[in-house]
């Protein structure tokens, strides 16, 4: 009979700060790819092949039953939009140009321990966006959106031996505020 991962570690142990500052950087490099991911599917000039790549690449970062929300200045609701889908809409974007930049990334939550000994936090980002036809700008904003960061044990077999390690996955992404 198999071993369930939780048999090879002990107790649960909280992060000890060295790890935490591993596991925040973790964090922030996936969502700095993430906003790389963005910006080329969301671009008209990304081939369509290479769209299809860099979306593969960027549904590996998410837990799975991740959402992103979605809002425009012309419209209240915030939609809702399941990963794979809401990468499918960016590219399908009726613009003759999109840019798509994230800046002022950072935690606005500390890591908690949940019951099932997991990790989790937000990141806030601000997220500029703008359409363009031609020359011209069609539609421009800025959205505030707060990331669900989890972090969980996780193990490895390597040569034989196991190794256990803390792993990071990107949860919702939530509108919190657009503005122009």
Do not use: C
Not at 17 to 46: F, H, N, W
């Amino acid at each position: 009979m198999g071993q369930s991962s939780a048999d090879y570690f002990e107790e649960e142990e909280p992060i000890d700060p060295e790890q935490k500052l591993k596991v925040d950087s973790m964090a922030m490099e996936k969502i700095r790819d993430l906003s790389k991911y963005i910006a080329i599917i969301g671009s008209k000039s990304t081939p369509f092949s290479e769209a299809n790549r860099v979306v593969s690449r960027a549904l590996e970062l998410f837990a799975e039953g991740s959402v992103i929300g979605v809002s425009s200045l012309d419209k209240e609701e915030v939609k809702q939009y399941e990963i794979k889908k809401y990468f499918e809409r960016l590219m399908a974007l009726s613009y003759d140009k999109v840019k798509i930049q994230w800046f002022d990334i950072q935690y606005i939550s500390d890591l908690e321990m949940t019951p099932d000994g997991k990790y989790v936090g937000v990141v806030t980002i601000y997220q500029k966006f703008e359409g363009l036809q031609g020359d011209a700008l069609i539609y421009k904003d800025v959205t505030k959106k707060d990331i669900t960061i989890y972090v969980e044990r996780k193990i490895m077999q390597v040569e034989g031996t196991h190794v256990n390690f803390w792993d990071v996955l990107l949860g919702d992404i939530v509108v919190s505020e657009t503005v122009l």
